[in-house]
């Protein structure tokens, strides 16, 4: 999974968290094309994840809605 993706690039490969969360998201959205996803931005999608210390998932918002 994605999130599994980040804890080892973090983790493992030693990546600064900052520049694998904007490999995670922005640089795909933008790569798509995609616009109002991949960065919080006042108009962007409201959709975020939440990670605990050891970069576990705790909570997804989607379209501005919890979802887990």
Partial sequence: ???QAVQYA????GLPLVDVVRAATATP???LGLERVGALAAGNSADLVVLDASLGVQRVMRRGEWVR
């Fill in 10 to 13: 973090v983790g493992v490969a």
């Fill in 29 to 31: 959205a933008a790569t």
């Fill in 1 to 3: 999974t994605m999130a």
